[in-house]
């Protein structure tokens, strides 16, 4: 049962660049939620997608846009790069509806670590 | 979303049991806790949830007490693979469009 897939893994960018970066989530899971982790602190939401719409939005600015597709994987675009944007970049997913037992959780991906330089 | 509160950091040594403790005063009452694991470069993975009194699985304990202010992860005779970040997170019961926040977590160092 493959877990969630994001590439690539490592990437380096521009400033003034565009990147995005692709998640596959877990087999069943249909809610892709994205993080941002710069070093040393915790994962900060950016936004969530279930059934093709943004259903969920964290404190980050329209440069940060997704999209999600009917197979349920999931973009992640960013537009305009700072050196700021130099992080860890997490997918997780999930499944709706899976009852009032948040059971097992997110399941994360590895990441994509975006350098911006 | 209630906030949580760890220590920042906590050093142990290998088997010993470790407790990391977590507060959450402005828990609601559907909210469920749930700790996670991080390696570097890697992303969070689920350990524990709980909603009260005890949880065990086969890698950790959670224990809450009856006001669920707060919540104690707890590793028995841990190694040095256990080092790693502990994030507490509290909410998301009923469905993923609880979205989960995670705060600075608990940097765990085992030595030998």
């Known amino acids: 049962d493959a877990g969630v897939t994001q590439s690539p893994t490592h990437l380096i960018k521009t400033r003034g660049q565009q990147v995005t970066l692709r998640c596959s989530p877990k087999s069943g899971h249909d809610t892709v939620s994205w993080y941002q982790q710069a070093l040393g602190q915790g994962p900060q939401f950016i936004f969530q997608y279930y059934e093709e719409e943004e259903r969920q939005r964290g404190n980050f600015p329209d440069r940060f846009s997704g999209h999600q597709f009917p197979n349920y994987s999931s973009e992640l675009n960013v537009n305009a790069l700072l050196l700021g944007d130099s992080a860890l970049y997490l997918c997780?997913?999930?499944?709706?509806?899976?009852?009032?037992?948040?059971?097992?959780?997110?399941?994360f991906g590895s990441g994509t670590r975006l350098t911006v330089v | 979303l209630a906030k949580t509160t760890q220590p920042i950091s906590m050093d142990s040594y290998e088997g010993q049991e470790v407790n990391i403790t977590c507060s959450h005063n402005?828990?609601?009452?559907?909210?469920?806790i749930t700790w996670y694991q991080q390696f570097p470069s890697q992303g969070p993975r689920f350990i524990i949830q709980?909603?009260?009194t005890k949880v065990t699985n086969e890698v950790a304990s959670l224990f809450i007490p009856a006001d669920r202010k707060s919540s104690t992860l707890s590793l028995p005779r841990v190694s040095l693979s256990d080092t790693a970040v502990y994030y507490c997170?509290?909410?998301?019961?009923?469905?993923?469009?609880?979205?989960?926040?995670f705060g600075s977590g608990t940097r765990l160092s085992i030595r030998p």
């Open positions: 997780a997913s999930s499944l709706e509806g899976q009852g009032p037992r948040f059971n097992y959780g997110y399941t």
């Open positions: 997170l509290v909410g998301g019961a009923y469905s993923s469009a609880s979205k989960i926040i």
């Open positions: 709980g909603y009260k």
């Open positions: 402005n828990i609601a009452t559907n909210d469920y």
